[in-house]
């Protein structure tokens, strides 16, 4: 399996402009998680999915922030407009509803810079 | 105050050292107590983990979860220069929604 598969690696945008990353999970997984991390506020759950259903949203950081999940395969978090202080890597994860509660499979990452 | 709070370090030891990692919570409902490692522009991967109060051995790895005084510790023996990496403790309610320390950074020189 390929493992969680994220998109782009990279992202550099200016400010006031819309971002979209995107999240392909393992195959068969019916968890997806979304996570922020900062150097100053470490790793954090945005949101988090179950069978492609939003069922916590509670830690995306404001109305700017929304996260979609069309279909088993693939989830969009979008940030519109984005600011400066969104600048962080975003890892997107998925765990599977037979597996161990507390396994998730991390994605590589996706490191945004906003100017 | 975080829920979960872990000392950023770094910590620096010599190849062979005993490593002692540690947490705290405040969350009396996290059962689930997890430690995942995160290397240099990796995604964290799952090290061990522990359900409730006790201790659990995989290798050179002991976890080990005192829920009478929220204390979480990752204990790592005859460290590796490959061991060198970010170490984040994890805890969940059972919820699956992880609620992770800052993460502390080791450094195993050879």
């Known amino acids: 399996d390929a493992g969680v598969i994220q998109s782009p690696r990279h992202e550099v945008t200016e400010m006031g402009q819309e971002v979209t990353l995107r999240c392909k999970p393992i195959?068969?997984?019916?968890?997806l998680f979304w996570y922020r991390q900062t150097m100053m506020r470490g790793l954090e759950l945005l949101i988090y999915?179950?069978?492609?259903?939003?069922?916590?949203d509670s830690g995306m950081p404001e109305d700017r922030f929304s996260a979609k999940m069309p279909n088993a395969s693939f989830s969009t978090l979008k940030i519109q407009p984005s600011e400066p202080r969104d600048s962080a890597v975003y890892f997107c994860?998925?765990?599977?509803?037979?597996?161990?509660?507390?396994?998730?499979?991390f994605g590589p990452g996706t490191r945004l810079t906003v100017t | 105050q975080k829920e979960v709070e872990q000392d950023p370090g770094p910590l620096s030891v010599p190849e062979g050292a005993i490593v002692s990692l540690n947490c705290t919570y405040s969350?009396?409902?996290?059962?689930?107590f997890m430690w995942y490692r995160q290397y240099s522009r990796k995604g964290p991967e799952l090290l061990m983990y522990?359900?409730?109060?006790g201790n659990k051995e995989d290798g050179r790895f002991t976890a080990q979860v005192d829920k009478s005084s929220k204390y979480i510790s990752l204990f790592i023996r005859d460290s590796q220069p490959s061991d060198s990496a970010t170490y984040l403790c994890?805890?969940?309610?059972?919820?699956?929604?992880?609620?992770f320390g800052s993460g502390t950074r080791l450094q195993v020189q050879p």
């Open positions: 994890a805890s969940d309610t059972g919820r699956r929604a992880l609620t």
């Open positions: 999915f179950n069978n492609n259903v939003p069922i916590d």
């Open positions: 994860a998925s765990s599977d509803v037979r597996g161990q509660i507390y396994e998730q499979y």
């Open positions: 969350n009396s409902a996290f059962q689930y």
């Open positions: 522990t359900y409730s109060s």
């Open positions: 195959s068969g997984h019916d968890y």
